[in-house]
């Protein structure tokens, strides 16, 4: 029944790992995000796909990567995991690409721990 | 300059008060404003937008927009210890579609 998934919800590694994060939404929508919360709360987004296709990108170290085999997933992968890396990561959808009343829908977050 | 600035918290209000979280922007062209309450350890969920000039309720909240002060508020009448959270502001750029956070506030309802 969960609207957006995301796994694991925790993930601790370390330092120089690569690991992945999977997102996938049971909405129908067509636009999906990444967003990166430190430790301030302060709540940053990362990555968008509309339809597959990528329509944010960030200034984004390039050791993350998105993928979205199809507008019902969108998978995180980081290469080289580094200690700043380590924060709640948060996948969000939306029916389209947040037009004037969009309302986001977020996933449980990934808490990140590198060690 | 920061894009998004909420008054710094936290905020501490008893219960029944009237708890005021405010927030500006810098781009001129931001066409729409949202408020999300974040509860310690969960997500983000929306509680209001607001994309006209003036006030909208809803309930015990009210978000105020107004544009020429590039200035959004939300008032939560009659606070409930519930209410405690952090309060994040958004805004929708004018010239793409992206949706950018303030920092937050955290509010903190005493019974």
């Known amino acids: 029944d969960t609207a957006v998934s995301q796994t694991p919800k925790y993930l601790v590694t370390q330092m120089g790992n690569d690991k992945s994060i999977k997102c996938e939404q049971n909405l129908g929508h067509d636009t999906m995000y990444w967003y990166k919360q430190d430790s301030k709360k302060f709540l940053k987004i990362m990555f968008s796909y509309n339809n597959k296709e990528l329509i944010i990108n960030e200034t984004v170290p390039n050791r993350f990567s998105p993928k979205s085999p199809d507008k019902a997933h969108l998978n995180l992968h980081i290469n080289s995991l580094e200690l700043g890396d380590s924060a709640v990561y948060f996948c969000a959808s939306s029916l389209g690409q947040v037009t004037t009343n969009e309302k986001l829908f977020f996933g449980s977050g990934t808490q990140l721990s590198v060690l | 300059q920061k894009e998004v600035e909420q008054n710094s918290g936290p905020l501490s209000v008893p219960e029944g008060a009237i708890a005021s979280l405010n927030c500006t922007y810098s781009?001129?062209?931001?066409?729409?404003f949202f408020w999300y309450r974040q509860y310690s350890g969960k997500s983000p969920e929306l509680i209001m937008f607001?994309?006209?000039?003036g006030d909208k309720e809803d309930g015990r909240f009210t978000a105020q927009l107004n544009k020429a002060s590039q200035y959004v508020s939300l008032l939560i009448r009659d606070s409930q210890p519930s209410d405690s959270a952090t309060y994040l502001c958004a805004v929708k750029g004018g010239s793409n579609y992206k949706l950018t956070f303030g920092k937050g506030t955290l509010l903190t309802v005493n019974p």
């Open positions: 781009d001129r062209g931001s066409q729409s």
């Open positions: 607001i994309y006209s000039n």
